[in-house]
């Protein structure tokens, strides 16, 4: 596996990471009712070898930080795990008491990959996702991963101890 260097999103890595997010289909996310623009956020970007490995896009909430995207570039090579491991050390340095996200019902391989690195369920908004597509966002496909229709949100999270 390559090491990765996860650091902040500066404005020259902005257009890249505004075109990794917008091929991927994560430059705008439906989630909590609402549809927010993850390039307009606050990112990490993990690199090997200099060049881009994965994003993760960040909101603060308070005393939280949510991980409003996570996508490597190729998946099980370890980029997602750094930019994860990234986003709790910045959520710790801010005295944060809890990282967040959502992701849908069908997207189990994420579920595998946030409980195995310590987060646990917090919540399930079911519908969510079925109105989502009714009212912010039409192109969220029907279907899903492994033929999971998508219709729930999922909420996970990681409860931070202290510094």
Same mark, same amino acid.
């Given at each position: 596996?390559?090491?990765? &260097? &996860?650091?902040?999103?500066?404005?020259?890595?902005?257009?890249?990471?505004?075109?990794?997010?917008?091929?991927?289909?994560?430059?705008?996310?439906?989630?909590? +009712?609402?549809?927010?623009?993850?390039?307009?956020?606050?990112?990490?970007?993990?690199?090997?070898?200099?060049?881009?490995?994965?994003?993760?896009?960040?909101?603060?909430?308070?005393?939280?930080?949510?991980?409003?995207?996570?996508?490597?570039?190729?998946?099980?090579? +370890?980029?997602?795990?750094?930019?994860?491991?990234?986003? !709790?050390? &910045?959520?710790?340095?801010?005295?944060?008491?809890?990282?967040?996200? !959502?992701?849908?019902?069908?997207?189990?391989?994420?579920?595998?990959?946030?409980?195995?690195?310590?987060?646990?369920?917090? +919540?399930?908004?079911?519908?969510?996702?079925?109105?989502?597509?009714?009212?912010?966002?039409?192109? #969220?496909?029907?279907?899903?991963?492994?033929?999971?229709? #998508?219709?729930?949100?999922?909420?996970?999270?990681? !409860?931070?101890?202290?510094?």
């Amino acid at each position: 596996m390559p090491a990765f &260097v &996860v650091r902040p999103v500066t404005p020259a890595d902005r257009a890249r990471v505004d075109a990794f997010l917008t091929a991927g289909w994560s430059d705008f996310v439906a989630r909590r +009712g609402e549809l927010v623009d993850a390039r307009r956020e606050e990112a990490l970007i993990a690199e090997a070898h200099g060049a881009m490995a994965g994003v993760a896009s960040l909101v603060q909430h308070g005393d939280e930080l949510e991980v409003l995207t996570l996508n490597a570039v190729e998946r099980w090579q +370890g980029a997602g795990t750094a930019l994860l491991s990234a986003a !709790i050390e &910045v959520a710790r340095s801010r005295g944060c008491r809890r990282v967040w996200l !959502i992701t849908t019902n069908d997207n189990v391989d994420a579920l595998r990959f946030y409980q195995r690195r310590g987060l646990r369920l917090a +919540g399930i908004d079911t519908g969510a996702v079925d109105w989502s597509r009714l009212t912010l966002k039409p192109g #969220i496909p029907d279907i899903g991963l492994h033929g999971i229709p #998508i219709r729930d949100e999922l909420e996970l999270e990681l !409860i931070l101890e202290g510094p």
